[in-house]
């Protein structure tokens, strides 16, 4: 799919205050004190603001997760090989990986999507989207070329646009990827101004010795490239990984079918960060889910200028911190269209000074 930003960006017109306000005035009258539910609230009240409705149905609602592999790991930054990624994936469309087990409890549909497995299975429900059979070791040069990126981002804007004609309201991203947290750490630190060392974790369970080569590749890469952190798209392009483009493409393909998008860990949080540099106007529809244990998370959501709710360490991915989410809003939900006051004979609470 081509992509113009720049007219996307400006067809983006943010929150829905009419439906904020709506839901702020719906909030004060359940039966309940006022503002107990906290953070929980406020995130029923986002989605009220980017759908445009004070009233809204998230019962369909759906995990994409964009597989890749990177050109990188050929710099021992990881434990495990690109013939993980390709085992995932067909696991995720099988229904039988870490993500579908949890997306059962949590009544979400996984929508596996390949936009760049170096050796693809051939399994049916693993959704093509191809740019390149994985990126190239970004450490010899860019890992993609421009085009590849804008390509990848397409991707995502394409299916975001494709999950909202198909009935769903609330979608969550994911990935898998041997290596990108490398690639999500090297486009977070250009992205933010920040020293690879310190936002670069451990990932899957490296070794000291594994980190330090994770570190100096990634500031080989940043040295080689020369990337223009004023210019995401080339920063994506030069260190980042299909997955991490196409995610920031369901960022702002979400923006403009008003379709409320939840930011998983963060490899999906410099995704959200990226489609935000890349379209400003798109970051309205994003909402936060968990705080990862990996080091780079809180500084990421910072320059969010968000807050996840969820606090477990978890560092999984897959998109299986977002789905943690999700039983939370159903609860949240199921007072937000209980009860009132007047239901049950009650004055309703007023704010105190």
């Not at 999950?163 to 769903?168: D, T």
């Amino acid at each position: 799919m081509n992509v113009d930003l720049n007219e996307i960006n400006s067809r983006l017109t943010g929150l829905d205050e009419a439906a904020v306000t709506a839901s702020l005035e719906r909030w004060s009258v359940v039966a309940k004190p006022l503002k107990s539910l906290g953070a929980l609230e406020d995130l029923v009240t986002r989605i009220a603001g980017i759908t445009g409705e004070a009233r809204f149905d998230i019962s369909r609602r759906a995990l994409v997760v964009m597989c890749a592999d990177n050109g990188v790991i050929a710099q021992g930054v990881t434990q495990t090989d690109e013939s993980i990624t390709a085992l995932v994936a067909a696991d995720l469309a099988k229904g039988c990986s870490s993500a579908n087990l949890m997306a059962r409890v949590a009544g979400v549909d996984v929508i596996p999507v390949d936009v760049g497995v170096k050796n693809p299975p051939d399994t049916p429900g693993l959704l093509n989207r191809r740019v390149a059979a994985g990126t190239r070791d970004f450490t010899a040069g860019p890992a993609m070329t421009r085009e590849q990126a804008l390509q990848a981002v397409g991707a995502g804007v394409e299916t975001a646009l494709e999950c909202r004609e198909k009935g769903y309201r609330l979608i969550a991203t994911g990935e898998m990827g041997i290596g990108n947290t490398t690639t999500s750490a090297a486009v977070a630190a250009v992205l933010m101004g920040c020293e690879p060392r310190e936002i670069t974790g451990r990932g899957a369970g490296l070794s000291d010795d594994g980190l330090k080569r994770k570190i100096a590749a990634i500031e080989r890469g940043i040295a080689v490239n020369r990337p223009d952190a004023g210019d995401a798209l080339d920063v994506l392009g030069k260190l980042g990984g299909f997955d991490i483009a196409a995610m920031a493409g369901l960022f702002i393909g979400g923006a403009l079918a008003r379709l409320p998008v939840v930011i998983d860990g963060v490899i999906s949080a410099v995704a959200a960060l990226a489609a935000q540099r890349l379209c400003p106007g798109c970051a309205f529809a994003m909402i936060p889910s968990h705080m990862s244990a990996e080091p780079a998370a809180r500084r990421v959501f910072g320059e969010l200028e968000m807050e996840p709710v969820i606090r477990a360490g978890m560092r999984l991915g897959e998109g299986t911190g977002a789905l943690c989410l999700f039983p939370l809003l159903d609860m949240a939900m199921a007072l937000y269209d209980g009860l009132a006051f007047s239901d049950i004979g009650m004055e309703a609470y007023t704010p105190q000074s």
